[in-house]
Structure formats: C-alpha cells, structure tokens
C-alpha cells in the first residue's frame, strides 16, 4: 500500500500579512479595551467617593417635606453644618436619614403657638414654602431653646412631620448631620435647586 502524500504548502506571503494584520489589530483592541475598563472603574471609584464623601444622593421617602419635596424625588446633599434659616438639611436619626428644613440654631429659642406660627427669638418666621402650618407633633416644652452644637428642624408638612417639636427626634447633634439639600435631579420635569 502506497503513503498518502500530505500536503506540506506554506501560506503565501499575502496570507502572512494578513494573519500579521489581524495579531496586531487583536492586541491593539484588547489593550484599548483593558485600558478602558481601568479607566471606566477609576472614573466610578472617583464618583462613588465624592457622592460618599462629599455630595451624598439621597432618595426621598415619605410626605414630611411636600410641597417642596415629593416621595421618590433624587436630591444631591452638600456636607457641611454652616445653615440658615429655610435650608433644607439631612441628617441621620437611628438608621435613617431625615430631610428637614432648618428653623434655629444652637442657643436660639423656638416658639411655636396653637395656630403653627414658629418664632425664633421672638421673631416670626416668615416661611413662604409652607402650604399650612399647624402645631402638628409636638410633645417639647414651649418655648425650646436649642442646645449647644445642635440645630432644630422641621418638615414642611406640619401636621404630619415628626421632627425636632417631638422627643422622638428632638433637636439634631452636629455629628448627625449629613449636610444640606441643595440639587433636585430626579424627576426630570422638577430638575433644579431646591429651596
């Protein structure tokens, strides 16, 4: 019985090139697509950190600040405890954080008559966000003053927002503090500051 002949041809130089081509292109391609991926995880990382860090994203859950915050609305929190009055601040209070607008200061005196109208040292507050005011939850002794490195806050929802009128969340320690609501980015159709 004869041996088959096998076939012993080499590639042709056109071939060769081609095949060079095509390493080459695969190399390239896969150390541009490595590259992205680093960059792409380095750009989160960075994200993830300033949100962490500096500007947390928060959900809204509940109705204590309607109108001028809704349930599910994405807001961008500022760290920081320098506040005025009308700011909207977060902070935490056991596992949750709150979002609350800022009535008084350490030292100040908050009163709060039968009818919702809140003073701070004697002076009224003029709150044009609010739609109604009420005395709501309120089991404090009127009138409160504020303790030292802390701050009183309220809901804009009064007569449904358990805040610092109730010992249950009572006036806000500074290491609480998150910091305070600044940028609306969720929905769409309310994007902006929030006031």
Known sequence: MGRRAVSGELPSTDQLRTELHRERYRKRYRQVLRSTIFMLIVVAAAAVLVA???????QIYGSSMVPTLSEGDIVISVKGTDFEKGDIVSFY???????KRYIAGPGQWVDIDEDGNVSVDGELLDEPYLVEKALGDCNIRLPYQVPDERIFCM??????????????????????????????????????SVQ
């Open 52 to 58: 962490v860090l500096f500007m947390p994203v928060l």
């Open 93 to 99: 209070s056991g596992n949750k954080i709150l979002v």
């Open 155 to 192: 809901g804009d929802h009064r007569s449904t927002s358990v805040d610092s009128r109730n010992t249950s969340i009572g006036s806000i320690a500074d290491e609480d503090i998150v910091g305070k609501i600044v940028f609306r980015i969720w929905p769409l159709d309310r994007f902006g």
